[in-house]
């Protein structure tokens, strides 16, 4: 079965400062992946998605993600990180039609 | 606009009662799915369900059940609670192998 592994548990960084929280994922082959995010006290939301096609993906309030099939990553990035993207990122594998999900990375941005 | 409910919010109950806790949606998607959150597991699959009358175990469904006699609601029963089943609860839906839609969370505390 697929796995997820989220290595930053927790990163702090001031506005301005870029982002790239890793995700790594088991199993090779054809994979779909995906990025949520959960702002404090709300439900999770969907970030961005690979399928298939251009491996770097572009996903909402400017975040973008990078499919490296040879190192079985999909890490997520934004260049300029402002107060308003902390929140609890998640990364997730597709496995038949269910999602596998890391345990997570706590992003706090500081004004 | 189409969308996924949670009841109650939050729930307070003691060790061995029976707690329900419902999920409704309105997308018409007929795959849904029930997780719990918790700190340094992220979310993990309990039960979930590709349709009416058909309900599979996640990672970790002891102590839950399901069942979906139509479309839009899968409820979720701890027959006999205990406090390790403190924690979030989430459902999703989706219409197939894509985006997972998520509700608001139930807050559950066993004492």
């Known amino acids: 079965a697929q796995s997820v592994s989220q290595h930053n548990h927790h990163v702090i960084l001031s506005e301005a400062a870029s982002l790239e929280l890793g995700c790594n994922y088991s199993?090779?082959?054809?994979?779909?992946l995906f990025w949520y995010v959960q702002y404090p006290g709300q439900h999770l939301q969907l970030l961005l998605k690979y399928f298939s096609g251009d491996p770097l993906v572009k996903g909402i309030k400017g975040f973008e993600a990078e499919f490296i099939k040879s190192k079985f990553s999909f890490n997520l990035r934004k260049p300029s990180v402002q107060w308003s993207d902390t929140a609890e990122y998640f990364c997730?594998?597709?496995?038949?039609?269910?999602?596998?999900f890391g345990t997570g990375t706590r992003l706090q941005v500081f004004p | 606009d189409a969308e996924i409910t949670q009841s109650p919010r939050h729930k307070i109950t003691e060790t061995g009662r029976q707690v329900t806790l419902a999920c409704h949606q309105t997308?018409?998607?007929?795959?849904m799915f029930w997780y719990r959150q918790d700190l340094g597991h992220g979310l993990r699959l309990i039960h979930y369900s590709y349709g009416v009358q058909d309900t599979n175990k996640g990672e970790v469904s002891d102590g839950y059940s399901v069942s979906r006699s139509n479309t839009e609601d899968l409820p979720l029963t701890l027959e006999s609670a205990a406090s390790s089943q403190t924690s979030v609860y989430f459902c999703?839906?989706?219409?197939?192998?894509?985006?997972?839609?998520f509700g608001p969370g139930t807050r559950l505390t066993v004492l």
């Open positions: 997308w018409n998607h007929n795959n």
């Open positions: 199993y090779g082959g054809t994979v779909n």
């Open positions: 997730a594998v597709k496995d038949t039609d269910k999602l596998i």
């Open positions: 999703a839906s989706s219409a197939g192998p894509d985006t997972q839609y």
